[in-house]
C-alpha cells in the first residue's frame, strides 16, 4: 500500500530543501497534488495531511470525485487536455484551469463560468520546448493570449504553465526553465495580479525551484503509479 502520509512529508520536506539551496522560502512554492486516477480515499488521506490543491486531468474521472468530495476544503486544477465540448464541466467544477491554449476556450470558458462562483483562475499553457506534438502556445504568442484572457471578466489570468520535454538533461531544464521564468517575469510586469508560475515535477522540480517556480504538480511521489 502506498503511504501517502509519508510520501507527502518527504516531498514537502524535497521541496523545503530545494528552496534553501537558491535561498528562497519555501512557502513560495505551492504543491499541487495530482490525483489523477487515484480513488477519493487517497485524496482524503491527502486531505487530512492539510494538503488543499489537487489536480485532475481525466474529465470523466475527476467530476464524480469532485462531486463526491464537495464538502471538503479543496481546491480543484485542472490540468489536463481542454476539449471545446467539456468547457462547460470545466467552468462549473474547477478552481484552476492550467491548461489553457487557445482564445476559443478562453471565450468559452468565461462564458459558461457560473455567476456566483468567483472567476475562473487561469495558467496559459507554453510549449516551451515547440514540440510539434504537444498542447500549448508558442512563447511568441503569450502576449496575445493574455489580452484576451484580462478582457474577460469571468477570468483571472494568474500566470504560466508548462511541461517540458521528457528526458532533459539538467542543464537542458536549467535552460528551458529560465526561458519560462523571463516570459512570467515579463508578464507579472504588464499584469500585477499575476502571481503563478507552474512548473515542476518529481523528476525537475529542483531545477524548476531554483528558477523561480510557484507551484510544483507532483502526482506519483505521493500517490504511488497510476492505476489505470
Ligand atoms: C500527471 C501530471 C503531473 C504529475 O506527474 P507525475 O509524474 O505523476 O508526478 C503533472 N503535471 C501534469 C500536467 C500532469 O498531467
Known amino acids: 500500500m502506498t503511504d501517502i502520509v509519508a510520501n507527502l512529508k518527504k ?3 524535497d521541496i523545503h530543501h530545494c528552496a534553501q539551496i537558491v535561498e528562497r522560502r519555501s512557502n513560495e512554492i505551492l504543491l499541487l497534488a495530482v490525483s489523477k486516477t487515484h480513488p477519493v480515499e487517497k485524496i482524503i488521506q491527502a486531505y ?3 494538503q488543499r490543491q489537487f489536480g485532475e486531468n481525466y474529465l470523466q474521472h475527476a467530476i464524480p470525485k469532485i462531486i463526491e468530495l464537495n464538502q471538503l476544503n479543496i481546491e480543484w486544477h ?3 487536455k481542454i476539449q471545446s465540448n467539456k468547457t462547460r464541466l470545466i467552468a462549473e467544477h474547477f478552481a ?3 491548461t489553457l491554449e487557445s482564445e476559443k476556450h478562453a471565450q468559452r470558458l468565461n462564458q459558461q463560468r457560473p455567476t456566483d ?3 475562473l483562475n487561469i495558467c496559459i499553457q507554453v510549449n516551451i520546448n515547440e514540440e510539434p506534438q504537444k498542447a500549448g502556445v508558442l512563447l511568441q504568442d503569450v502576449q496575445a493570449l493574455a489580452e484576451v484572457i484580462q478582457a474577460l ?3 483571472n489570468l494568474r500566470g504560466l504553465m508548462a511541461i517540458p520535454a521528457a528526458r532533459q ?3 537542458q531544464q536549467n535552460y528551458t526553465f529560465n526561458l519560462l521564468l523571463q516570459a512570467y517575469r515579463n508578464l507579472k ?3 500585477p495580479q499575476v502571481d503563478t508560475l507552474s512548473m515542476g515535477m518529481t523528476s525537475d522540480m529542483q531545477a524548476a525551484i531554483a528558477h523561480g517556480s510557484t507551484m510544483v504538480r507532483i502526482g506519483t511521489g505521493i500517490f504511488g503509479a497510476r492505476e489505470s
Open 48 to 50: 487530512e495531511q492539510g
Open 117 to 119: 462562483l468567483p472567476p
Open 78 to 80: 485542472f490540468i489536463g
Open 96 to 98: 484552476w484551469v492550467q
Open 169 to 171: 538533461s539538467v542543464q
Open 153 to 155: 471578466p469571468h477570468l
Open 11 to 13: 516531498i514537502q520536506q
Open 189 to 191: 510586469a504588464q499584469f
